[in-house]
């Protein structure tokens, strides 16, 4: 009987002891189990006489239940505890604030037309605009494209197919377009007031907007973006244009000054008619605008040919005007350093939380650049 209590006290203490369900486990194997202390006991009762038994028996039969009692006890005890301990450490503090949540940027080519209209805005100009979808008149005929002119297909034109009045459209291969409607604004009869903006010469607007020609490169895209600059008034020359695209330039590349080379080219809305280029250093692998003695294509521009003023009811004997058109998309590489084209259109949200800019960061005409 002493090894029976000397054994429950053996186990009992071991059972208070035991600190996960593996342990307790371990204990009803080592006392209960096939070969266990306890099963080894109750065993020896069929070798006894029945006197013995009818002693043991009872002792060895509580021990037994007394012990499983206790195993029981102590893991439901362990099970508990294991349980408000993941309730303590999996609490939701609903007053945390929550995780901070993506946030969408501005895209570098709206931030660079943010800062090209700010810097012509505090320059006198206004902004203009016209639709995507344009006719041949606006885009080719009032321009000054000779009917037939091979000039037409030099733009790779996006023709949608004639709708049913027979008339063809197209996607604007350039905003140039838009100094057309400008200018018919300006004349229009006294009887169509209702008109809005119908402003008289002088005219200084800019243009940004989508243009679409059918190409694909690491500098051309199907769509890309234009700033048209156009400039009417009595006594305007090649000199105001410098100046003005000169002044834009260092403005927008934020340095002192730059130089610039006007190389004649051929535009058939503009007589004379000059690619602008200007000074850049190109020895460090990237382009440095307003430095060294490299030069940069930036730019289509010239004198407003007396042709197109006609057309939109201008006397070119009274008027002339300048016109540029810039590549908004190219600037903003040129700027902010990114190396292909197409990424700008691609969408990847990789490529936009990187490059692009915050909302709070954007220029106005008011605050000036950021
Ligand atoms: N529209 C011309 C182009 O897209 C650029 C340009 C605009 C040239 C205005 C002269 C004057 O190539």
Not at 98 to 114: D, I, L, W, Y
Not at 311 to 322: A, E, K, L, M, S
Request: some cysteine; overall charge negative.
């Amino acid at each position: 009987m002493t090894d029976l209590t000397t054994l429950e006290a053996e186990l009992s203490a071991s059972i208070a002891g035991a600190a996960d369900a593996a342990a307790i486990e371990a204990i009803r194997v080592a006392a209960l189990g096939k070969s266990g202390s306890i099963s080894g006991l109750l065993k020896t009762l069929g070798s006894m006489s029945p006197d013995e038994r009818r002693e043991a028996g009872p002792a060895i039969n509580g021990l037994r239940d007394r012990v499983a009692a206790l195993l029981a006890d102590r893991k439901a005890a362990l099970e508990a505890a294991e349980l408000d301990a993941r309730l303590a450490a999996e609490t939701l503090d609903l007053t945390l604030p929550a995780p901070p949540r993506r946030k969408g940027s501005v895209h570098p080519t709206m931030q660079v037309m943010e800062e090209m209209t700010t810097i012509f805005a505090e320059m006198g100009f206004q902004v203009a605009e016209g639709p995507d979808i344009e006719d041949d008149f606006h885009n080719f005929t009032a321009l000054n494209f000779p009917e037939k002119h091979p000039a037409r297909e030099m733009h790779d034109t996006f023709f949608f197919n004639p709708g049913l009045d027979g008339v063809r459209k197209l996607l604007r291969t350039h905003t140039s377009p838009v100094q057309v409607r400008a200018m018919q604004r300006t004349n229009q009869p006294p009887a169509a007031p209702w008109i809005a903006g119908a402003i008289e010469p002088p005219i200084r607007i800019i243009v940004p907007g989508r243009t679409y020609r059918c190409d694909s490169d690491a500098t051309h895209t199907p769509m890309f973006h234009q700033m048209e600059g156009l400039v009417i008034d009595k006594g305007i020359h090649m000199g105001h244009l410098k100046w003005t695209l000169e002044t834009f330039i260092a403005r927008f590349f934020e340095v002192a000054g730059v130089v610039s080379r006007f190389r004649p080219h051929h535009f058939p809305f503009t007589e004379p008619s000059a690619e602008m280029d200007i000074g850049c250093d190109r020895s460090g692998g990237e382009v440095k605008i307003g430095t060294g003695d490299d030069w940069l294509e930036i730019l289509g521009c010239g004198m407003v040919h007396p042709n197109v003023l006609r057309q939109c009811g201008i006397d070119p004997d009274v008027y002339q005007g300048f016109a540029f058109g810039l590549g908004i998309d190219r600037l903003g590489m040129l700027k902010y350093g990114m190396p292909d084209l197409r990424d700008m259109f691609e969408s990847d949200t990789r490529w936009l939380s990187h490059y692009g800019f915050s909302a709070f960061a954007a220029p106005n005409p008011a605050t000036g650049l950021s």
